[in-house]
T-cell receptor
Framework: KAGVTQTPRYLIKTRGQQVTLSCSPISGHRSVSWYQQTPGQGLQFLFEYFSETQRNKGNFPGRFSGRQFSNSRSEMNVSTLELGDSALYLCASSSRGGERETQYFGPGTRLLVL | QKEVEQDPGPLSVPEGAIVSLNCTYS??????FMWYRQYSRKGPELLMYTYSSGNKEDGRFTAQVDKSSKYISLFIRDSQPSDSATYLCAMSGYYGNNRLAFGKGNQVVVIP
């Protein structure tokens, strides 16, 4: 089975721009979660989508948004980029998003905001 | 106080040594405890998964959970250069779903 894929792998943007990142989960997985990883804060939960609905949201400003499509692929969008948004953005998929389930992470998209 | 505390200091050990990593947490509602390994430029991969207190062993890896002390550990025996990576503790169960709370991670370097 193919793993979780994320595109693009690397991205450079300037302050004030917006960015869209994409995640394709493992085939058959319906839950997709997004995390932000920075050296200072580590991995922080952004949000989770299941069956095209946002089920859970972390403590991030409204500039961070996402969506999920009927084929379970997910996108996250960051508007009005700030320097502090520079990070590795990881998505993880699991079958149903149950608390006992293993989450499988993609390689991440490294975003640099200048 | 952060939900999960993991001293992020790097760790260098000689090949063959035992690596000991640990995390503490503040919320007693966490039920599921994991260790992820993350190689440079890769996403985290699940290494060990434990539920409730006790030990779990898988090859050279042993995970321990002490819920009464809110303390989890990972031991790597006979460490190899290929074990050089960042190790992240994670836990779930508090939010009623698979939302993970992570420690900041330890960068481990095994010197041949």
């Amino acid at each position: 089975k193919a793993g979780v894929t994320q595109t693009p792998r690397y991205l450079i943007k300037t302050r004030g721009q917006q960015v869209t990142l994409s995640c394709s989960p493992i085939s058959g997985h319906r839950s997709v979660s997004w995390y932000q990883q920075t050296p200072g804060q580590g991995l922080q939960f952004l949000f989770e989508y299941f069956s095209e609905t946002q089920r859970n949201k972390g403590n991030f400003p409204g500039r961070f948004s996402g969506r999920q499509f009927s084929n379970s692929r997910s996108e996250m969008n960051v508007s009005t980029l700030e320097l502090g948004d520079s990070a590795l953005y990881l998505c993880a998929s699991s079958s149903r998003g149950g608390e006992r389930e293993t989450q499988y992470f993609g390689p991440g998209t490294r975003l640099l905001v200048l | 106080q952060k939900e999960v505390e993991q001293d992020p200091g790097p760790l260098s050990v000689p090949e063959g040594a035992i690596v000991s990593l640990n995390c503490t947490y503040s919320n007693s509602a966490f039920q599921y405890f994991m260790w992820y390994r993350q190689y440079s430029r890769k996403g985290p991969e699940l290494l060990m998964y434990t539920y409730s207190s006790g030990n779990k062993e898988d090859g050279r890896f042993t995970a321990q959970v002490d819920k009464s002390s809110k303390y989890i550990s990972l031991f790597i025996r006979d460490s190899q250069p290929s074990d050089s990576a960042t190790y992240l503790c994670a836990m779930s169960g508090y939010y009623g779903n698979n939302r993970l709370a992570f420690g900041k991670g330890n960068q481990v370097v095994v010197i041949p």
